[in-house]
């Protein structure tokens, strides 16, 4: 059974940090592509950042210089360290996994969610 386990939400000031962190199971963590998602009240889910196998990262722009996503593969556990919080962060983040390869594709793989919210 596949699971994709989010943990590290919770309440942040503007400016604050925060990491999440998504445990995996059922899934060979190595041959596959992760990212992280974000869906805020009344706006659509929108990919944030993604890692490849051979840990290449992208990043939605808004989020550049201030998030940083990253993979464990001994601990089959993908990461991303929020910094520089702002309110427009808000938003429940949810992790996904995707086919390997060399381009991020549609996840097969989500996780639950969690919900991070960034105070002004």
């Known amino acids: 059974q596949v699971q994709l386990v989010e943990s590290g939400g919770g309440l942040v000031q503007a400016g604050g940090s925060r990491r999440l962190s998504c445990a995996t199971s059922g899934i060979i963590f190595s041959v596959l592509n992760f990212g992280w998602y974000r869906q805020a009240p009344g706006k659509r889910r929108e990919w944030v950042a993604s890692?490849?196998?051979?840990?290449?990262?992208d990043y939605l722009d808004s989020v550049k210089g201030r998030f940083t996503i990253s993979r464990d593969n001994a601990k089959n556990t993908v990461y991303l360290q929020m910094n520089s919080l702002k309110p427009e962060d808000t938003a429940v983040y949810y992790c996904a996994a995707a086919r390997g390869g060399l381009r991020w594709t549609t996840p097969t793989y989500w996780g639950q969610g969690t919900q991070v919210t960034v105070s002004s």
């Open positions: 890692i490849l196998t051979g840990s290449t990262t």
